[in-house]
């Protein structure tokens, strides 16, 4: 088996200086007229990756933007050696428009529009055919020895259960303070899931403006859920949550809060908005599992880190999701699913410290190669947070 230096991985240069971990050619659809036809280029052509949503058009203003901004970033993550966007033509998210602004990035992109082509058929064979060349490309890359500090890491939790706050969760706050120190990037995410623990964050605040965010970001969320005339806390704890013995959205946050560990909190971004910052950074995302995993990768998240207690598949189509059970019954239990297991703390064979180094260097195995029971399901998620509504 290989090894290497604790700390350091081998990833993918790419020519603006970033390094991916994987290196998939994506088929990017702008909209979801375009998404089984993506689907079907992926099936044709080994080597390629694309995801089904229901976004693209009919939408304005903020939710226009953040809708873009998901699509850019997640064909501008350093996973992705490049990308195919496939439109349809008439949509409100111009394929044109996404391709040139990932075109930034220095990585090889190509549009093709459904419309332009004439058809679906013929679409689907331009397209197999641009991503033919780009994963023969691809495959010409070699891997080399690339540091901690140039990850940045998600952290998120999904069906969580009164073990999360005690085993799971601590280790990857531990994790994260890892790869704090080595000069790298952890996000916390989940704001709907920090309501009742931001008293905490702010104060490892490492400045007023930040300070403020926090606070700013929290109330927010509430007033979303105040404006439509409910209460949050009636989708929030979930059921699965209840019946893994968590009483209440204030316990679920202090459990969902120990994934950031003790490291000073140095920024707060917006969904899918890429850190400016190294170290500890909150991204203002929901608590939809697949949302806040979509928002984080199109942040830039090379690896993502998901405990559950209740189980779970998720992945990403680009980014592998290391899954990480709070307890030893249900990681027996969904084995296929569940990489790793931080139940051992709950029965007092493992300490914190000792599960978060087994974490930590899983990310060097996975960061170099080493697949994730998510990506060997594709297991594809992907979902934008909406936040207006369609017209």
């Known amino acids: ?15 603006n200086g970033k390094v991916g971990v994987r290196n998939h050619v994506l088929i990017l659809p702008t909209i979801t007229c375009a998404t089984q036809a993506a689907k079907q280029i992926t099936e044709l052509v080994d080597g390629t990756v694309s995801f089904i949503h229901q ?18 970033g997640f064909g501008e993550n350093p996973n992705v050696y490049g990308v195919i966007v496939l439109g349809l033509g008439c949509e409100t998210h111009q394929a044109k428009s996404v391709a040139e602004e990932i ?29 033919t060349k780009l994963v023969q490309e691809a495959s010409t890359q070699l891997r080399e020895l690339c540091d901690f500090s140039e990850l940045i890491i998600g952290t998120e939790c999904g069906g969580s259960d009164a073990c ?29 899931e920090l309501i009742g623990a931001e008293h905490l964050l702010a104060n ?20 979303r859920s105040m404006q439509m005339g409910i209460d949050i806390r009636t989708g929030n704890p979930s059921p699965g949550n209840i019946d893994g013995g968590l009483s209440s959205l204030e316990e679920k946050s202090l459990g969902a809060a120990n994934k950031s560990g003790t490291s000073p909190l140095n920024q707060i971004i917006d969904y899918a908005e890429e850190p400016t910052e190294k170290g500890l950074v909150w991204m203002d995302t929901p608590g939809h599992d697949i ?52 139940g051992n703390i709950i029965e007092g064979t493992e300490t914190v410290e000792e599960v978060a180094n087994r974490i930590f260097n899983e990310i060097g195995l996975v960061s170099t190669g ?21 017209f």
């Open 103 to 131: 075109a930034k990035s220095g990585k090889p992109v190509v549009t093709v529009s459904i419309q332009d082509h004439g058809g679906t058929l013929t679409a689907i064979a331009e397209g197999a055919k641009e991503a």
């Open 204 to 223: 490892r605040a490492s400045n007023d403006k930040v300070k403020k965010r926090v606070y700013e970001v929290i109330e927010s969320m509430e007033n």
């Open 370 to 390: 080493k697949k994730t029971k998510a990506e060997i399901l594709k297991q594809h998620d992907f979902g934008i947070w909406r936040i207006g509504p369609t």
């Open 1 to 15: 088996m290989l090894e290497i230096e604790e700390g350091k991985f081998l990833g993918y240069r790419r020519s």
């Open 291 to 342: 949302e806040q995993l979509t928002g984080m990768v199109a942040g830039g998240a090379q690896v993502v880190l998901f405990t559950s207690g209740r189980g779970t598949p998720t992945g990403s189509p680009i980014a592998p999701v290391i899954k990480i059970a709070t307890n030893t019954p249900m990681f027996e239990r969904m084995g296929e699913n569940m990489d790793l297991n931080a």
């Open 164 to 192: 999360s706050g005690l085993s799971a969760n601590p280790a990857v706050g531990a994790v994260s303070d890892k790869i704090v120190e080595k000069g790298g990037t952890a996000i916390l995410a989940e704001t709907t």
């Open 55 to 72: 976004h693209g058009c009919a939408q304005v203003g903020d939710d226009y933007e953040q809708t873009f901004r998901t699509y850019v």
